[in-house]
T-cell receptor, first 111, second 110 residues
């Protein structure tokens, strides 16, 4: 049974810091991994999708890496801003659009 | 493109009642999935519809049922509501590799 864990559960950093969010999964037979952002009480916004054959994806200040063999992914946020404050969720799928989510990392960027 | 739209945005129901939540998928998306997100938790997969049939189901009781219409829109029905059903219900539509989520329906059971 696939399980997804995210560390840390919460993170508070001053504005401008570079930070890394971690995601681990127990079954390496994934089709893709997706990182989402969730603002309080809102839906999910897709940030980055990494296919199983890829090692990383970049979008602006965000970079996500994937190491299937070790069951890990990291989301790197450069030069953090107060507007980055949100919960970040990672999710994996085995190819049938059924996503297994972690419990998220609550990020607070202080001005 | 309106993206994935869900209605209503908020709902308050009494224990034992029944509720229906609605989802319109992103244009061109034929697969709709429903998730339940309790406070402080990640979303949990309820079930998925494709071509008007339930294709996959998560570990949820039969009180949770759904439907998909020919235009790909979908409904989630929950019978005999329990206090523990209070959560944010998210709909996702998919095509090819990406899943797009709606803003969710916040259900409160009192």
């Amino acid at each position: 049974k696939q399980e997804v864990t995210q560390i840390p559960a919460a993170l508070s950093v001053p504005e401008g810091e570079n930070l890394v969010l971690n995601c681990s999964f127990t079954d390496s037979a994934i089709y893709n991994l997706q990182w989402f952002r969730q603002d309080p009480g809102k839906g999910l916004t897709s940030l980055l999708l990494i296919q199983s054959s890829q090692r990383e994806q970049t979008s602006g200040r965000l970079n996500a890496s994937l190491d299937k063999s070790s069951g890990r992914s990291t989301l790197y946020i450069a030069a953090s801003q107060p507007g980055d404050s949100a919960t970040y969720l990672c999710a994996v799928t085995s190819g049938t659009y059924k996503y297994i989510f972690g419990t998220g990392t609550r990020l607070k960027v202080l001005a | 493109d309106a993206g994935v739209t869900q209605s209503p945005t908020h709902l308050i129901k009494t224990r034992g009642q029944q509720v229906t939540l609605r989802c319109s998928p992103k244009s061109g998306h034929d697969t709709v999935s429903w998730y339940q997100q309790a406070l402080g938790q990640g979303p949990q997969f309820i079930f998925q519809y494709y071509e008007e049939e339930e294709r996959q189901r998560g570990n949820f009781p039969d009180r949770f049922s759904g439907h998909q219409f020919p235009n790909y829109s979908s409904e989630l029905n929950v019978n005999a509501l329990l206090l523990g059903d209070s959560a944010l219900y998210l709909c996702a539509s998919s095509s090819q590799e990406l899943a797009f989520f709606g803003q969710g329906t916040r259900l409160t059971v009192v």
